[in-house]
DNA sequence: CATGTGACGCCTG
DNA sequence: CCAGGCGCCACAT
């Protein structure tokens, strides 16, 4: 049993709100904790101890990269995360990342 | 207590 | 437009 810290369950709470067909950035996710930084966040979802009830592969980099799954970042695990993103039904570009559309975050009705 | 690493993000060249 | 570097917070050693 992995000792989880409050920061953690702050980043886990977050990421079990995302709902089916969307994802959330780290840089977002992190804003939403009120912590300024994206790779505290990635370590929390690394050692993710609530999987999958955490479904850390809603989460994504800025560019809407799956930046990695599973504590790992060979394209096979990141094919599956995009796989299961897509099960969920959000959508990806020919540049293997997911749609800007399918990202929750502040961009909303801005431009 | 200090140093290094890590699933990122943004700025500069 | 692409590549590289720095900054950030938290955690592990």
Same mark, same amino acid.
């Given at each position: 049993m992995r000792k989880v810290t409050l920061f953690q369950q702050r980043v886990y709470d977050e990421t079990r709100r995302i709902p089916s067909g969307f994802v959330l950035t780290y840089g977002e996710l992190a804003k939403r904790i009120? /912590? $300024?930084?994206p790779r505290a966040v990635g370590q929390a979802l690394r050692c993710n101890p609530f999987a999958p009830e955490v479904p850390c592969h809603r989460v994504v980099a800025s560019? $809407?990269?799956? /930046? $990695?799954f599973a504590g790992r970042q060979d394209a096979e695990t990141l094919g599956r995360k995009k796989a299961l993103l897509l099960a969920e039904g959000v959508q990806f570009t020919e540049d293997g990342k997911v749609k800007p559309e399918c990202i929750l975050k502040s961009d909303k009705g801005m431009k």
């Open positions: 009120h /912590c $300024g930084s560019d $809407g990269s799956l /930046c $990695g």
